[in-house]
């Protein structure tokens, strides 16, 4: 039997945990891990998967350890506030893409490192690699 897509999931609150239910029906598919800025949302949506049946996913505290997880083929994006936010490290960028267009609203540069993004309703918290540096940008 051929190893079934392992799915990574980035976000762990209302649309991903209705996306971890919609699996039980899939087949060669699993859940293999999750991250989530709410750590207590990522064990709840891995708790989930388990008792479910779709996967023994491991909890990561990164986008960057989840895809590093060799058990993980695939990513499945769900955040909220009707954005995706995109993040990378050649010419230093981050992005906000409307779900509903798919076009990118905002471009917020130069931004160094590679850390994490934080959003809220009124501002984006973005740190540098190493933590020792800290924006926060105005939507």
């Given at each position: 039997?051929?190893?079934?897509?392992?799915?990574?999931?980035?976000?762990?609150?209302?649309?991903?945990?209705?996306?971890?239910?919609?699996?039980?029906?899939?087949?060669?598919?699993?859940?293999?891990?999750?991250?989530?800025?709410?750590?207590?949302?990522?064990?709840?949506?891995?708790?989930?998967?388990?008792?479910?049946?779709?996967?023994?996913?491991?909890?990561?505290?990164?986008?960057t350890?989840?895809?590093?997880?060799?058990?993980?083929?695939a990513?499945?994006?769900?955040?909220?506030?009707?954005?995706?936010?995109?993040?990378?490290?050649?010419?230093?960028?981050?992005?906000?893409?409307?779900?509903?267009?798919?076009?990118?609203?905002?471009?917020?540069?130069?931004?160094?490192?590679?850390?994490?993004?934080?959003?809220?309703?009124?501002?984006?918290?973005?740190?540098?690699?190493?933590?020792?540096?800290?924006?926060?940008?105005?939507?």
């Amino acid at each position: 039997m051929a190893k079934p897509l392992g799915i990574g999931f980035v976000g762990a609150g209302f649309m991903n945990r209705f996306h971890v239910a919609s699996l039980v029906g899939v087949r060669d598919c699993v859940v293999a891990g999750v991250f989530s800025p709410t750590r207590a949302n990522a064990e709840l949506l891995a708790a989930a998967a388990h008792d479910l049946g779709v996967g023994e996913a491991a909890i990561h505290g990164s986008i960057t350890e989840l895809i590093a997880n060799p058990n993980v083929d695939a990513l499945w994006i769900a955040v909220g506030a009707g954005k995706v936010w995109v993040r990378a490290t050649k010419g230093i960028f981050l992005q906000s893409i409307d779900i509903r267009t798919g076009k990118v609203d905002k471009v917020f540069t130069p931004l160094n490192g590679s850390g994490a993004v934080r959003v809220s309703s009124h501002h984006i918290w973005v740190s540098a690699h190493d933590v020792n540096t800290i924006w926060v940008l105005d939507l």
